[in-house]
């Protein structure tokens, strides 16, 4: 099956700073989103992105599909944004299912 | 907007008992999908069902069964639990299948003592 990797595993930051967060697959994809997973347990969707580049506020994501990889970009961090980010595809043929990464765990410090 | 909704939220049960989760898809969504997540891990993808019907299956173990019924909502059966069970299932709908965007639910929080 289809592997999902995620770099970097965990992150500290400062509130105010940047970071990028990658996530590697090893196959084509029919589906990429990017989950935030909060303290108390919820799943955020933050993008559905199979290719392209998506920004939302303070966030943007680019997937490209024809290097097999995508990237998450949080600017100007806040303590609100700590948690777990997650990838998840669905792979190219017929596969309705999302497969997860490990995801990277965010610590944003005041 | 409505979202998926999984009840109950939270539930204990010992050892060797049974647990049913039941989750109420997006409005018009045809797909349910099951996912468990233990402490620090990733959400595993258990089985999911698309019209009614099982489209496919991931880890579940053999104690566990799921079925869809005719109003698209879904439960989730588990039985003789053991402690490894304890861990925050989800559900979530999209709809149809392949390339469209999967919504997961708030999830529950299953722990066996």
């Known amino acids: 099956g289809i592997q999902v990797e995620q770099s970097p595993p965990d992150l500290i930051l400062q509130e105010g700073a940047n970071s990028t967060l990658r996530c590697n697959f090893s196959?084509?994809?029919?589906?990429l989103q990017w989950f935030h997973q909060n303290p108390w347990g919820q799943l955020i969707n933050l993008f559905y992105?199979?290719?392209g580049t998506k920004q939302n506020g303070r966030l943007s994501a680019t997937t490209v599909a024809t290097e097999r990889y995508s990237l998450l970009y949080i600017s100007s961090s806040q303590t609100t944004d700590s948690g777990v980010y997650f990838c998840?595809?669905?792979?190219?043929?017929?596969?309705?299912?999302?497969?997860f990464g490990a995801g990277t765990r965010l610590a944003v410090h005041p | 907007a409505a979202g998926v909704i999984q009840s109950p939220r939270h539930l204990i049960k010992e050892k060797r008992e049974t647990a049913t989760l039941k989750c109420y898809p997006i409005?018009?969504?045809?797909?349910v999908y099951w996912y468990q997540q233990g402490p620090g891990q990733d959400p595993q993808f258990l089985i999911s069902?698309?019209?009614?019907?099982?489209?496919d299956k991931g880890s579940i173990p053999d104690r566990f069964s799921a079925q869809q019924f005719s109003d698209y909502h879904s439960e989730l059966n588990m039985s003789s639990l053991e402690l490894g069970d304890s861990a925050l299932y989800f559900c979530?709908?999209?709809?149809?299948?392949?390339?469209?965007?999967?919504?997961f639910g708030e999830g529950s929080w299953l722990t066996v003592v």
């Open positions: 979530a709908s999209s709809l149809g299948t392949g390339g469209n965007t999967i919504y």
């Open positions: 196959d084509s994809v029919n589906n």
């Open positions: 992105i199979p290719s």
């Open positions: 998840a595809v669905e792979e190219a043929g017929g596969y309705n299912k999302l497969i």
């Open positions: 409005p018009r969504h045809d797909t």
């Open positions: 069902f698309y019209e009614k019907m099982q489209s």
